[in-house]
């Protein structure tokens, strides 16, 4: 035998040499849910460790999270019950929790990357990601807003805005809304290849944004379709989009490397709050070892052609990887 592939394994310093892919921390995007009300915190019940807060602890957990080396946050705020209807007015709110987030976080840590998810369904009185007729999700009314809500985050302080709907054309009706106001830096992250997934489970769980009535399947994709995917791409960059997400992660890492293969801009991948529960819930049962679960899913996110990865797991990835 003159090739022996095992020599490339056969030491901790040899495989470290040779290793093909390495995460790092200025990888991450980190997830935060934001709350009404003073020093509070709340776990999420199908998110173990995962907790909601409110603004002074955000701010208080970005300031660690910065002095950890992460440099990128993802706002997501629970919206009281009293404050949601059909079109998503508190999400225009300057006074609005996120909008109130946004700038506390800046005033703190001014060099942080702030990212606002820009989506109708935790304002929305039917937990929908756009407006409501007669039960149809309608897509041009609702992108308006979509656009406002937007130029609202970025005059927060905004840097990046993450439009997570799914409906068409948001990302040009954004770009355009930015534009007219002179917000030329504010970057747009789009969910370019959101899917229709039972894996935003927990997500749901901790802002309360469930569906009320069917199921987003008229606007997020079917988790069958691989081609449409690089459709919803290439028009999210013709209209302006700076970084591409696909989402979730861990089922859809063909769908991550072949949007790699294509585009020539940063492409995301958000491992969801599923994906989170169940390396938690196996765990737990002790049926795996969290920590290695953990960096083995979110090397094989990096591998597969993520060069962001949106992750509930940063901190202990940031502790594992010493
Ligand atoms: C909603 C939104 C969702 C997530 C991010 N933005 C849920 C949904 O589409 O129902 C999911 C994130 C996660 O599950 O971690 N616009």
Known sequence: MLIRPRILRQSEAVRRLVQETSLSLDDFIVPL???EGENYREEIA???DYYRLSLDLTVKEVKELWAMGLRTVLLFVKVSDHLKDNLGKEALNTEGLMQRTIRAIKEAV????VMTDVALDPYSS?????IVENFEIV??????????MAVSHALAGADFVAPSDMMDGRIGAIRRALEAENLHNTGILAYS???ASC???PFRDALDSAPGFGDKKTYQMNPANRLEALREVQLDITEGADIVMVKPALSYLDVIREVKNAVHIPVAAYQVSGEYAMVKAAAKMGWLDEDRAKMEILTSIKRAGADVIATYFAKDAVRLLG
């Open 193 to 195: 290849a959101k899917y």
């Open 33 to 35: 849910f934001i709350d």
């Open 110 to 113: 001014p060099d942080m990357c």
């Open 139 to 148: 897509n041009d009314k609702s992108v308006e807003v979509l656009a406002q």
């Open 126 to 130: 039917y937990g929908h990601d756009g």
């Open 199 to 201: 894996f935003y489970g």
């Open 46 to 48: 199908s998110m173990p």
